[in-house]
């Protein structure tokens, strides 16, 4: 009976301890009104992946939304539209820096600043 009951014992304090250590995380979706193409897709995904605390990247350019999974404990909702902003595109409220905005390829910006107007990018 003691055997068990130590058995019992060693396995709650080891389920507790699995339970402690996974960090908390949130899901987010950022709109992003100035992502138009697999380039813009692709730039963003590889910039956000590079901060520390996102652990999840996906940006739809067809429906100008991106979702981002993060740790909330290493960064949080407005660094990561703050990243998206410094990657030269709208994130929500938050505008594009211009600095990098100049920097992105003329197909990936917007149609009054030289862009494509037609599909394949949608640029609007």
Same mark, same amino acid.
């Given at each position: ?37 697999? &380039?813009? $897709? ?6 956000? %992946?590079?901060? *520390? #605390? ?5 940006? !739809?350019?067809?429906r100008k939304e991106t979702t981002i999974k993060y740790l909330k404990d290493r960064i949080d909702s407005e660094e990561i539209k703050t990243a998206i902003a410094n990657a ?11 600095? &990098?905005? $100049? ?6 910006? %917007?149609?009054? *600043? #030289? ?5 394949? !990018?949608?640029?609007?």
């Amino acid at each position: 009976m003691k055997t068990i009951s130590f058995l019992i014992s060693i396995m709650l304090t080891i389920s507790c301890h699995v339970t402690a250590q996974s960090k908390a995380s949130l899901m987010i979706k950022v709109k992003t009104p100035t992502v138009g193409c697999e &380039s813009c $897709k692709s730039r963003i995904e590889g910039y956000l %992946k590079r901060h *520390d #605390g996102v652990t999840y990247v996906l940006v !739809n350019w067809k429906r100008k939304e991106t979702t981002i999974k993060y740790l909330k404990d290493r960064i949080d909702s407005e660094e990561i539209k703050t990243a998206i902003a410094n990657a030269g595109y709208d994130a929500d409220e938050i505008p594009a820096t211009e600095d &990098s905005y $100049k920097r992105l390829p003329i197909t990936c910006k %917007k149609p009054k *600043d #030289g862009g494509p107007a037609k599909f394949p !990018n949608i640029h609007q």
